[in-house]
């Protein structure tokens, strides 16, 4: 039988909506990665009274309760109070951790307030979980059934100290049996259509087959069971993949994590020490803001005005069809650059088209490789942000699939 875990988020500004409450959906996907079965979440505002009822009731219900927010040094931070209530402790002051929170303004060379010293106080017999990330630190007890852990509502410092302290000392506590989860990330193919390419898929009662629609993907998600046969494992998911087909960039949780489109990518240039030149019209600069840092790119241009594109290279972009335009650009972008690659985009359609959600541009992709070039065309729809950010993903997946020998 799985154990029980809840997550718990406190603050104001959660229960009236003023911030969302991204921490409850990051902690419930590491703790079903852990192998708990996450059965709720709940968010409880700046009152001592509903957060002392709120631990008590976990208290009893639950295996594992996760906390975040409420120990901050302001008069609305009641949570070391609630707690230490709820398990008639008392607060006590911990002089280790008043150091680390002086140490924390001391390298940012400012004084410390004196109100920060009220986050020293834990309650008696807690175990302190140091913050290397910010001022706060956690701490973590028992009451009755439940081990309580406590964190930072700040999302960067709960996620750092989770993912350095907390997830291992779960491990030790816990007799966990996690499920498998394998994810097939993909692009250029909507939700609705792999999940009609994947209805032939037959996969055993005990795999659960589901689907991630997010802004840079989709994700097509297997969970097998623990102790699932690894060859049928792998069978379900290169079946699963197949039927998916080239759209496929990546599978995390079959073996190790592969990661996003970028860092695929990433892998495959530096692998090889190939570089990338890259002219952008639709995206505005966002292809080479996605490749920031990334050595393989060697230069990046921006052209708003395809007539002056056309003036500029002396070709011809008459006629409504841009994939010849394209297509040489991409070869002289090559030669002036002296680079591996040259991926050059287009696009058709006035401003207002881009603009409008509900009317498309269509969008022409080149890449110049050693062996030719390579070209798409795509049609984008939707609200300007997200034409945006299709046109950068579609154009950057032109050289995955390359890379990845899809496209030869």
């Known amino acids: 039988m799985r154990l029980i875990a809840e997550i718990f988020s406190q603050g104001e500004e959660v229960v009236s909506g003023q911030t969302l409450d991204s921490n409850a959906a990051w902690l419930a996907e590491q703790l079903t990665e852990l192998g708990f079965k996450v059965k709720r979440h ?32 302001t008069i609305d931070d009641l949570t070391a109070q609630a707690v230490s209530k709820a398990a008639g402790l008392n607060l006590q002051f911990d002089p280790r951790a008043l150091e680390q929170i002086q140490h924390y303004f001391s390298c940012r060379q400012r004084p410390m307030p004196e109100g920060n010293r009220k986050q020293a106080f834990l309650p008696e017999s807690a175990l302190r979980i140091d913050n290397g990330f910010g001022t706060a630190p ?145 995206t505005q600069g966002l292809i080479a803001a996605k490749c920031v840092t990334q050595p393989w790119l060697k230069a990046a241009e921006i052209c708003l005005d395809l007539a002056r594109i056309s003036a500029l290279w002396r070709i011809d972009a008459s006629g409504g069809d841009l994939s010849f335009v394209a297509q040489a650009l991409a070869v002289e972008l090559q030669t002036k650059h002296h680079t591996d690659f040259a991926l050059v985009q287009l696009y058709i359609g ?59």
């Open 138 to 282: 956690g701490f973590a007890l028992r009451l009755l059934r439940c081990w309580f852990v406590f964190l930072p509502g700040v999302p960067t410092e709960m996620q750092g100290m989770f993912s350095t302290l907390v997830r291992d000392d779960l491990l030790r506590r816990f007799k966990l049996q996690a499920d498998n989860l394998v994810t097939i990330r993909s692009i250029g193919l909507g939700e609705s259509a792999i999940a009609q390419s994947l209805a032939q898929l037959v996969l055993p009662a005990a795999v659960q087959l589901g689907f991630r629609a997010k802004p840079d993907e989709v994700q097509t998600k297997l969970v097998f069971p623990a102790g699932f046969p690894q060859t049928e494992k792998q069978a379900c998911v290169s079946e699963a993949a197949a039927l998916i087909g080239d759209f496929v960039f990546a599978i995390d949780g079959l073996d190790g994590e592969q990661g996003d489109l970028i860092a695929v990518i990433s892998r495959l240039m530096s692998a090889h020490a190939l570089s990338l030149a890259v002219l952008e019209t639709a």
């Open 350 to 408: 006035e401003t207002a088209d881009y603009r409008n959600k509900d009317r498309p541009i269509v969008l022409y992709n080149a890449l110049s490789t050693e062996c030719g070039v390579i070209a798409s065309r795509q049609a984008l729809a939707g609200p300007l942000k997200n034409k945006q950010n299709q046109a950068a993903l579609l154009a950057l997946d032109l050289l995955r699939r390359y890379l990845q020998n899809k496209c030869l």
């Open 42 to 73: 709940t968010a409880v505002g700046d009152n001592l009274d509903d957060l002392i009822a709120l631990c008590q009731e976990i208290a009893v219900r639950a295996d594992c309760c996760i906390c975040s927010g409420g120990l901050g040094p």
